[in-house]
């Protein structure tokens, strides 16, 4: 007989909305945790959505991925409210003239490095002034300095250090740095302790605020689905203060980085540069980091979905130096003995695994091992067989069901311009014209065997590729998409009761919970 999964959670019908908030309005630049994303909530809740999917919140780096972060712990500054701040005192109206002149279309991330940081250095040196310690009701600053000195402490050196060393990646930082431990007994020059109390600072205002808001979603029947990435970036916090953990060269730079083979979205495959786990360091340890990262995330999600799964069975590992990711090759990973650790120390946790992309039979018996909701995307399910496990009438009840996720294009957009045989298969399958293809993708995933179904919010306002917000293997031009509050408006007003309708006519409305 075998044993039974480790988990089995999903056991309610629900939908939800895919969207960073980054991606929200607002008049500074960027969406945050301010009054869209309480707005947001509302138009959730009034539409019978009861889960925001949103993508990984770290602080990001290079190309503004947020799966690419300076630290898998720390929050993104740029998602702060300026708002409550200016109740406080702490910022001043004419201090957000600047961000005020950012475009509201698209997130220009260039320009909000150069206005935002000012208006958050104003803040803290009027905080450091009042000597009161603490900031309208967001508690003690000492005292959340200390609840998350275990990944803070390390978190704000680096960024202290690397602001002070003019951005460069911690690989050029002078050898007495290089070192976490090393650098933290030095002195640090001033400009570098300044920076560091100020991302201290920072993420005293982000965890504040984000926990505010999430206060608010609960209250109002909306889940919060978070994201991890298997892998950390290489200028992180994360790999510096624990370089024994990853496979790095006695230089410091990866013997071996992470990506995927060719595939659906890039015929090179995909070269995502992260330094690979040291696996053994880590089962030596009891995954003891990997422990603390899934608490600190299981503290901001009532969900968590973990990207690349099928990377915990076995991953491409791709030579340091390669061009592209063609020339990588299968390596194993600790797979059941991973999640079996988080199971006995996480027992109702509530993991969804994103298991997409090369398949394997070991893949799949570790997700039924692990017993965790797999993942679905309608657009992957035409243009072949009728055994093809993403099509409606193959799916499993213990799946997330998705329009399309953060990596592909629109549903419009994708339908255009996808291939003749697939566009007649998806007519075919539907009965459909393919005139409103859009609501009938999201008629599909509402209605199918799938226990929670997740839709773009792109999809529900029916645009194009425009407002694509990611294209793999592209360097650039990525997470800058903004909806606009003319198209939320429009959505409430037109769209917002016939969700609702859907989600009570096949079960997915929320139930009364505590």
């Known amino acids: 007989m075998s044993e039974a999964p480790l988990y089995n959670w999903l056991n309610e ?111 803290h040196r009027r905080f450091v002034a009042s000597a009161t310690g603490s900031v309208l009701d967001y508690g003690s600053f000492k005292a959340f300095c200390s609840s998350k000195s275990a990944w803070l402490d390390s978190y704000s050196l680096f960024m202290g250090l690397k602001v002070h060393f003019g951005g460069k990646c911690w690989l050029d930082w002078p050898e007495e740095f290089k070192d976490a431990k090393q650098g933290a007994k030095r002195t640090l020059p001033a400009e570098a302790a300044a920076a560091k109390e100020l991302h201290a600072f920072a993420q005293y205002l982000f965890s504040a605020q984000y926990h505010k808001f999430r206060s608010y979603a609960a209250k109002k029947g909306v889940r919060i689905m978070g994201d991890l990435p298997i892998f950390v970036a290489l200028d992180s916090a994360d790999v510096w203060a624990n370089q024994v953990l990853f496979q790095l060269k006695e230089d410091g730079h990866p013997r071996s980085v992470a990506g995927v083979p060719p595939d659906y979205f890039a015929a090179d495959g995909q070269l995502w540069g992260n330094p690979l786990y040291d696996w053994t360091v880590h089962a030596a340890e009891g995954f003891v980091w990997w422990l603390k990262r899934i608490e600190a995330n299981l503290e901001l999600y009532d969900f ?37 650790t988080i199971a006995k120390a996480y027992p109702e946790a509530r993991i969804i695994a994103e298991d997409l992309g090369v398949i394997t039979s070991e893949v799949e018996a570790l997700l039924a091992a692990t017993g965790l909701p797999g993942m679905a995307v309608l657009q992957f399910a035409f243009g072949g067989e009728a055994d093809n496990t993403y099509l409606p009438h193959n799916l499993l009840h213990n799946t997330v069901l998705y329009t399309g996720t953060h990596d592909n294009d629109t549903s419009l957009g994708w339908y255009a311009q996808t291939d003749s045989k697939t566009r007649d298969h998806v007519r075919r399958y539907y009965g459909i014209s393919g005139e409103n293809i859009g609501w009938d993708l999201i008629r599909s995933a509402l209605r199918s065997s799938a226990k929670l179904a997740i839709l773009p919010l792109q999809d529900l306002l029916s645009l194009g590729s425009e407002a694509r917000l990611n294209t793999p293997g592209q360097a650039e031009g990525n997470w800058q998409w903004r909806v606009h509050t003319e198209q939320l408006l429009q959505f409430r007003k037109e769209s917002s009761a016939y969700i609702k309708e859907l989600n009570v006519l096949y079960g997915r409305l929320p139930q009364s919970r505590p």
């Open 13 to 123: 019908r629900a939908a939800g909305v895919l969207l960073h908030p980054s991606s929200l309005p607002s008049p500074t630049g960027i969406g945050n945790f301010g009054q869209s994303a309480y707005q947001f909530v509302d138009l959730l809740a009034e539409s019978g959505l009861s889960v925001w999917q949103m993508c990984p919140l770290g602080p990001t780096g290079y190309g503004d991925s947020p799966y690419q972060c300076f630290s898998a712990f720390a929050g993104n500054p740029y998602l702060i409210d300026f708002v409550p701040l200016l109740e406080a005192g702490l910022v001043k109206p004419e201090d957000l003239e600047g961000l005020r002149g950012l475009s509201t279309q698209r997130c220009d991330f260039g320009a909000l490095y150069e206005h935002f940081w000012p208006v958050l250095e104003k803040a």
């Open 304 to 340: 968590l979905r973990i990207d690349h799964f099928r990377g915990f069975e076995s991953y491409w590992a791709v030579p340091g130096d390669a061009a592209t990711a063609r020339d990588g090759n299968w390596e194993p990973a600790p797979g059941l003995e991973l999640f079996q």
